[in-house]
């Protein structure tokens, strides 16, 4: 039997994005609520603060919450982000281009694919990425916003944001201010339990001050300060998977002409992002310790920047892999505080707002019953795992033999559901999708068909299309796509006119 006594103290520990985010959706969602909310962060520790790249999910955050979307561009020096460009994954020299949108539009019932397939088995030599409006557009590094009510399937994409994350963070804060947070710049040197049930009760502050609370969100960063420090909720590790482990990063001058997408580059024992924001360009190295030294990552990153570097490297630890428990008692830890995954597919920032949405649907009262935070952890933990198969498939799916990592990569077992999803693919072109899947039908089939992964056969109802016709219709709306792309604006251009930064 639940404990109806609501909450009526909520503390965040953490002031970096996960933390900011968290307490402007509280502040937002919370509003008639009579209880109090409290931040703690530690201007002496800092914040990690590199994540710049977002999925299309942010702006339903940003918009829920009642953010002015050029407001918020102006502030966060932003740029848009239409998708990611691969370089070099499937074998050195390769490229392929990861939308945030279908392709074309089903054939007779059978999804888009199976039609390019069978253009390709009568010759055609189309890629995949010319079906894209988004992914064309980026070809000529140009943005549009999408149709809203659009007449071709096409013209329905999504598209994300890269930011200055440090902005960002600064941004929510000075929103979660104004609706009453109040934050604490202090730094937290031990954590009270409850000796009855083991829930946490306080937090001491470095100058003696005790801050009660009755729910705790742990957002502290890799540390995990509450849900691992005080409450050894355990940590499940991926490495065996996904064996990256550090990070350089090291941003540079703008070359003034910013890329509407993000560029991953696969390099000799890990991979290059580079995502284009309107004042500099942040770089940085994913890279496996057991493969290369922090110094030769350090000088591999500075040869290939793009511009004059405009800060010292900033070199990061990281396991790949979650806590056990997302929701511990009276604690939910968001942001790296609850795990990291690689951030190939920039899924961190996403993963913080969809812990969020599972506070906020099972938000407890003082009983925290069990049913409900199990159900929580269940969710979680369903979507985490979703996430690590689609980025071990960037590994798992590579040809490359010139480094160790790569034929590492290629050879290594991988999860039994992951596996699956190849087999099925490369049997019938059949895209598997579980549940709690945070990528589409169409980013597998930018991942398969990236990484030379084509089935033997296509969906048959597309054989109802006579071949000639079937050509025909596919040369046409790639000429549609493609005028529609040299229709759009210039990204600079259309960041100039819209939503140029303001001084900050
Ligand atoms: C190399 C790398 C690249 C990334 N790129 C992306 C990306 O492109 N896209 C994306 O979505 N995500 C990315 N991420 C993830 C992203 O940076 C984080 O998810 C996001 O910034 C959230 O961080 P955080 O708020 O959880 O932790 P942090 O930024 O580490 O913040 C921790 C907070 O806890 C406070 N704190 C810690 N200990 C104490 C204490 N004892 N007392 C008081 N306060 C304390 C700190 O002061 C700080 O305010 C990347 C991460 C890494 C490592």
Known sequence: MSNREEISHIVIVGGGTAGWMTAAALAHFWRRHPGRISLVESSEIGTVGVGEATLPTIRDFNSGIGIDELDFLRKTQATFKLGIEFEDWNQ??????????????????????????????LGDSSS?????????????DRFAQPVRQPAAAFANFAYAYHFDAGLYARYLREYSLARGVRRFDRRIVDVGLRGTDGYIDSLVLDDGERLK?????????????????????????????????????????????????????AREAGWQWRIPLQHRMGNGYVYCSRHISDDEAVASLQARLSGAPLAEPNLLRF?????????????????????FIEPLESTSI?????GIAKLLTFFPDQ????????????LMNEEYERIRDFIILHYKGTRREDTALWRESHRMAIPETLQHKIDLFASRGHVVE????????A???????????????????????????????????????????????????YIARHCAASIN
Not at 96 to 112: D, I, L, T
Not at 128 to 140: I, T
Not at 367 to 378: I, L, P, S, Y
């Open 92 to 121: 050195l020299g390769g490229k392929f281009f990861h939308p945030f949108a279908p392709y074309g539009a089903k054939v007779n019932g059978a999804p888009f694919h199976h039609a390019w397939l069978r253009a390709r088995e």
């Open 128 to 140: 995949l990425r010319e079906y894209s409006l988004p992914a064309v557009m980026a070809a000529h």
């Open 213 to 265: 609370g009755d729910l705790f969100i742990d957002c502290s960063g890799f540390r995990g300060l509450l849900i691992e420090g005080a409450l050894k909720t355990g940590y499940e590790d991926w490495t065996q998977w996904l064996p990256c482990d550090r990070a350089v990063a090291m941003p540079c001058e703008s070359n003034g002409i910013p890329t509407p997408y993000t560029l991953a580059s």
């Open 319 to 339: 396991t790949t892999g979650r806590r056990k428990l997302f929701w511990n008692r009276n604690c939910v830890a968001l942001g790296l505080a609850g795990g």
């Open 350 to 354: 996403a993963l913080v707002q969809s």
């Open 367 to 378: 009983g925290f019953e069990a049913v409900d935070v199990a159900e929580a952890n269940r």
């Open 434 to 441: 579980y549940a709690g899947e945070s990528f589409g039908e």
């Open 443 to 493: 980013s597998w089939v930018t991942m398969y068909s990236g990484f030379g992964i084509l089935p033997g056969r296509h969906d048959p109802r597309v054989d109802d299309t006579e071949d000639a016709l079937l050509t025909r219709q596919l040369a046409q709306l790639r000429d549609t796509i493609r005028s529609a792309a040299m229709a759009a604006m210039p990204h600079a251009a």
